[in-house]
């Protein structure tokens, strides 16, 4: 269960802080922009409309703040942490094998989620990617990154 | 006409008709478990639909909005859980009907109410959506600037979110569409020097990873919960007396969801809890509401069903998504090299009219699959969410890789996803995000053609009448809702 969040919360104030330095970096890069000469144009500069929605942003984040700010109720679980943590993992491991990094991270999923039947945790680990594996390249004729396991299909 | 009837005619294909029928049933089984709904599904399936021609591409994912949309409804009577956020109001007297040992009665009335619903809004569709986009013809890049303008302020109101923090979301949408090469000048934008990034940020991953792997991280925290199922005997087509006592709650739903769906943005949980609220207003007895009241299932349901026909009005004329699932299906189009708007209904006649008569045939279709599968469509809410949420995973990223064979889609879907997550986690929705990801790019298109068009001088727009109109619905659809609020609290003081 999660658990109820302390009197002094600092989350919605680093989530404004993220918006706002977010907002004042990307502003920053479009101060960089090729400008085009007036013939070349076409009606507005490459940074004008990127500028004009990140004040908007940054106006909206003001006006948020100040009359309806971000309220968190509860704190992050374990289980949501964890399987933040777990689609890290994936990412890591597909530079392996995708199709080793997909069935290892739905297994480890479904183990941290709680399925305690291995001949489950097997189907979600094995079967179903070999299945999602022979759908794609054998109808959708998808060919996928080489990899440990999908060199050896592709030989 | 010719196209009409031709439109009519290609449903004729045992192809076409084929991917339907497993289309629906595929929307029947993606809005019965609890978790996946016509949105996230439709983005989903998106990546199958590639190799498929634009027609039953397009139609397939109809097909998966509108039975996924009805679908919701198997989960909100049997278990108490809405299978999608538009069945949430169904719940409150699906319910306790199905608890008094009438589950088959009220889901009887949920597939009757969902097919009279979704058929009178493809009527709707099929007279509108032509005569909107003749009128579109008369735009020009200053009218499209304004309208795309209309559709973004539209997102300050829809169902979940705050306004301001809506209207971020929004905004954080359409800065997305501007990265990538400038179409206009060819300037690089927020590319850093990657290659994946000069075509911009693709939509369909962002949409996997928003509406898909995001709802996966929320499902970690509902494990525990326990879903009790009521047990039911066969779905009961509603009784005269049953249909005597709710026509009228049905007709007006479907009015009511046909307008909400036509306005950019609003879609059928918007709709539904209007229109549940609407057949209590106008019943005789608004006591028995919220303990099993036939009139507020029939009410509900018609009105998120007709939704679906009204949201594809400002889809297909306007290019402008009536809905989140419409704004997935507007990706379809794009991914298909279809551009909705006026023209599709003078160069693409047909190809319009064989997805409203696919509409239509799936509203009757998904009466036929709700009467008789329904007991078997239960089952299916029962798969535990340890076991369909990793497949979820799986069929996401493989989906998402597909789309361009491109590892890069696939760090998208996880980025987008972590993100939406915590989106949600601080109260912005994420349908803001996908639809200002679909405009962003037509928004800055349409300033750039008007500011040539009237030799830079942007307040010109505002001496156009129809622009001008559009851009008071802007301002009536920001400030609007926070008006009317201080209206009424003034008015019962």
């Not at chain 2, 006592?245 to 046909?258: E, N």
């Given at each position: 269960?999660?658990?109820?969040?302390?009197?002094?919360?600092?989350?919605?104030?680093?989530?404004?802080?993220?918006?706002?330095?977010?907002?004042?970096?990307?502003?920053?890069?479009?101060?960089?922009?090729?400008?085009?000469?007036?013939?070349?144009?076409?009606?507005?500069?490459?940074?004008?409309?990127?500028?004009?929605?990140?004040?908007?942003?940054?106006?909206?984040?003001?006006?948020?703040?100040?009359?309806?700010?971000?309220?968190?109720?509860?704190?992050?679980?374990?289980?949501?942490?964890?399987?933040?943590?777990?689609?890290?993992?994936?990412?890591?491991?597909?530079?392996?094998?995708?199709?080793?990094?997909?069935?290892?991270?739905?297994?480890?999923?479904?183990?941290?989620?709680?399925?305690?039947?291995?001949?489950?945790?097997?189907?979600?680990?094995?079967?179903?990617?070999?299945?999602?594996?022979?759908?794609?390249?054998?109808?959708?004729?998808?060919?996928?990154?080489?990899?440990?396991?999908?060199?050896?299909?592709?030989? | 006409?010719?196209?009409?009837?031709?439109?009519?005619?290609?449903?004729?294909?045992?192809?076409?008709?084929?991917?339907?029928?497993?289309?629906?049933?595929?929307?029947?089984?993606?809005?019965?478990?609890?978790?996946?709904?016509?949105?996230?599904?439709?983005?989903?399936?998106?990546?199958?639909?590639?190799?498929?021609?634009?027609?039953?591409?397009?139609?397939?994912?109809?097909?998966?909005?509108?039975?996924?949309?009805?679908?919701?409804?198997?989960?909100?009577?049997?278990?108490?859980?809405?299978?999608?956020?538009?069945?949430?109001?169904?719940?409150?007297?699906?319910?306790?009907?199905?608890?008094?040992?009438?589950?088959?009665?009220?889901?009887?009335?949920?597939?009757?109410?969902?097919?009279?619903?979704?058929?009178?809004?493809?009527?709707?569709?099929?007279?509108?959506?032509?005569?909107?986009?003749?009128?579109?013809?008369?735009f020009?890049p200053?009218e499209y600037f304004a309208l795309t303008l209309f559709g973004l302020s539209m997102?300050?109101?829809?169902?979940?979110?705050?306004?301001?923090?809506?209207?971020?979301?929004?905004?954080?949408?359409v800065?997305?569409?501007?990265?990538?090469?400038?179409?206009?000048?060819?300037?690089?934008?927020?590319?850093?020097?990657?290659?994946?990034?000069?075509?911009?940020?693709?939509?369909?991953?962002?949409?996997?990873?928003?509406?898909?792997?995001?709802?996966?991280?929320?499902?970690?925290?509902?494990?525990?919960?326990?879903?009790?199922?009521?047990?039911?005997?066969?779905?009961?087509?509603?009784?005269?007396?049953?249909?005597?006592?709710?026509?009228?709650?049905?007709?007006?739903?479907?009015?009511?969801?046909?307008?909400?769906?036509?306005?950019p943005?609003?879609?059928?949980?918007?709709?539904?809890?209007?229109?549940?609220?609407?057949?209590?207003?106008?019943?005789?007895?608004?006591?028995?509401?919220?303990?099993?009241?036939?009139?507020?299932?029939?009410?509900?349901?018609?009105?998120?069903?007709?939704?679906?026909?009204?949201?594809?009005?400002p889809?297909?004329?306007l290019g402008i998504?009536?809905?989140?699932?419409?704004?997935?299906?507007?990706?379809?189009?794009?991914?298909?090299?279809?551009?909705?708007?006026?023209?599709?209904?003078?160069?693409?006649?047909?190809?319009?009219?064989?997805?409203?008569?696919?509409?239509?045939?799936?509203?009757?279709?998904?009466?036929?699959?709700?009467?008789?599968?329904?007991?078997?469509?239960?089952?299916?809410?029962?798969?535990?969410?340890?076991?369909?949420?990793?497949?979820?995973?799986?069929?996401?990223?493989?989906?998402?890789?597909?789309?361009?064979?491109?590892?890069?889609?696939?760090?998208?879907?996880?980025?987008?996803?972590?993100?939406?997550?915590?989106?949600?986690?601080?109260?912005?929705?994420?349908?803001?995000?996908?639809i200002g990801?679909i405009l962003g790019e037509m928004l800055e298109q349409r300033l750039?053609?008007?500011?040539?068009?009237?030799?830079?001088?942007?307040?010109?727009?505002?001496?156009?009448?129809?622009?001008?109109?559009f851009?008071?619905?802007t301002?009536?659809?920001?400030?609007?809702?926070?008006?009317?609020?201080?209206?009424?609290?003034?008015?019962?003081?």
């Amino acid at each position: 269960m999660s658990k109820r969040i302390p009197k002094h919360n600092f989350e919605p104030w680093v989530v404004n802080f993220l918006i706002t330095s977010f907002c004042g970096a990307t502003f920053w890069i479009s101060t960089t922009f090729d400008r085009m000469p007036p013939i070349l144009k076409r009606g507005i500069q490459p940074s004008d409309f990127p500028q004009l929605i990140l004040i908007l942003i940054l106006i909206l984040t003001v006006t948020m703040i100040w009359f309806d700010p971000i309220i968190v109720d509860e704190r992050l679980d374990s289980k949501t942490l964890g399987s933040i943590v777990l689609l890290a993992v994936f990412g890591g491991l597909t530079f392996i094998d995708l199709f080793l990094s997909l069935g290892v991270t739905a297994a480890l999923l479904a183990i941290f989620w709680t399925e305690r039947r291995w001949h489950v945790v097997l189907g979600i680990g094995l079967m179903m990617p070999a299945l999602i594996f022979l759908l794609f390249d054998q109808v959708f004729e998808i060919r996928f990154p080489r990899g440990v396991l999908t060199n050896l299909w592709y030989g | 006409m010719e196209a009409f009837l031709s439109g009519f005619i290609s449903l004729g294909d045992p192809k076409l008709l084929l991917i339907l029928l497993a289309a629906t049933l595929g929307g029947v089984v993606i809005g019965a478990l609890p978790g996946l709904n016509a949105t996230n599904g439709a983005a989903l399936l998106l990546p199958f639909t590639l190799s498929m021609e634009a027609i039953p591409a397009i139609a397939s994912l109809v097909a998966i909005y509108c039975s996924a949309t009805f679908a919701g409804a198997i989960t909100a009577i049997l278990i108490n859980t809405p299978g999608t956020p538009a069945s949430a109001t169904t719940c409150l007297d699906g319910y306790p009907l199905a608890q008094r040992g009438e589950a088959g009665r009220a889901l009887g009335l949920a597939v009757v109410s969902s097919t009279i619903g979704g058929v009178l809004s493809v009527i709707c569709l099929m007279l509108a959506a032509p005569l909107l986009a003749r009128m579109a013809y008369q735009f020009a890049p200053p009218e499209y600037f304004a309208l795309t303008l209309f559709g973004l302020s539209m997102l300050a109101s829809i169902g979940e979110g705050s306004p301001l923090k809506n209207l971020i979301s929004g905004a954080f949408g359409v800065f997305l569409a501007l990265v990538g090469v400038d179409m206009l000048t060819s300037v690089e934008r927020f590319t850093f020097g990657s290659h994946d990034l000069y075509d911009g940020i693709g939509f369909v991953p962002v949409m996997i990873g928003i509406f898909g792997i995001s709802e996966l991280i929320v499902q970690a925290s509902s494990l525990d919960k326990k879903r009790e199922r009521v047990s039911m005997k066969a779905v009961q087509l509603p009784n005269r007396d049953d249909y005597r006592k709710v026509w009228k709650a049905i007709l007006r739903s479907s009015g009511i969801g046909t307008f909400i769906g036509i306005l950019p943005a609003e879609g059928a949980t918007v709709a539904s809890m209007i229109g549940y609220n609407e057949a209590k207003r106008w019943s005789k007895t608004p006591e028995q509401f919220g303990n099993g009241a036939i009139e507020g299932i029939a009410g509900s349901e018609a009105a998120n069903n007709a939704a679906t026909g009204g949201a594809m009005v400002p889809t297909l004329a306007l290019g402008i998504p009536g809905s989140a699932t419409a704004a997935v299906i507007l990706a379809g189009l794009m991914v298909h090299g279809i551009r909705p708007g006026p023209s599709m209904f003078t160069e693409q006649a047909n190809f319009a009219y064989t997805i409203f008569w696919s509409m239509m045939l799936v509203n009757l279709m998904f009466l036929l699959v709700g009467l008789t599968g329904a007991k078997i469509f239960a089952r299916i809410t029962l798969i535990p969410t340890q076991v369909l949420w990793p497949c979820v995973f799986m069929i996401s990223i493989v989906g998402a890789y597909a789309l361009d064979q491109s590892m890069f889609d696939v760090w998208i879907v996880l980025i987008s996803g972590i993100i939406g997550f915590f989106m949600r986690r601080y109260g912005f929705s994420v349908v803001p995000l996908a639809i200002g990801l679909i405009l962003g790019e037509m928004l800055e298109q349409r300033l750039g053609q008007s500011m040539v068009m009237l030799d830079e001088k942007w307040w010109l727009m505002f001496t156009r009448p129809l622009s001008l109109l559009f851009f008071c619905l802007t301002i009536a659809a920001l400030f609007g809702p926070v008006l009317w609020t201080k209206y009424l609290v003034r008015l019962f003081k």
